[in-house]
């Protein structure tokens, strides 16, 4: 009886150096991270747009009425990062922010794309 203890005893103690490794394994970075593909920083598409929207105006594919208005939303944009910021800018945030300067960089390409015609 004394024996069985002893052995039972020695496989409980064999085995706790295999486990114990495994709770110091790093499991990575988190699957949000892995599931947003590299996006360019959102002040970089605002420069990009704010460029586009000049651009636009300068050859007349954008009105003067409407580089002002794609500019609001380029400051309203730039003010939300703002204020999201302040706390520390989350992941949601953050996409926030990049689909709002991808809806404005859509409206302002397709604005060129037309030109001059309303």
Known sequence: ???????????????LPAA????????????????????????ADRRDIRR????????GDISRAEARSFGREDAAIGELGERFAQDGLSL?????????????????NARRVRGGQP
């Open 52 to 59: 586009a929207i000049r651009e636009g105006r300068r050859s």
């Open 92 to 108: 949601s945030e953050e996409r926030e922010l990049q689909v709002r300067s991808e809806a404005l960089r859509g409206l302002v």
């Open 1 to 15: 009886m004394i024996m069985k203890h002893y052995a039972m005893l020695a496989v409980m103690t064999a085995s």
């Open 20 to 43: 114990a490794p495994a709770q110091f394994v790093s499991a990575g970075p988190p699957s949000d991270i892995l599931a947003m593909p590299n996006q360019p920083s959102v002040a």
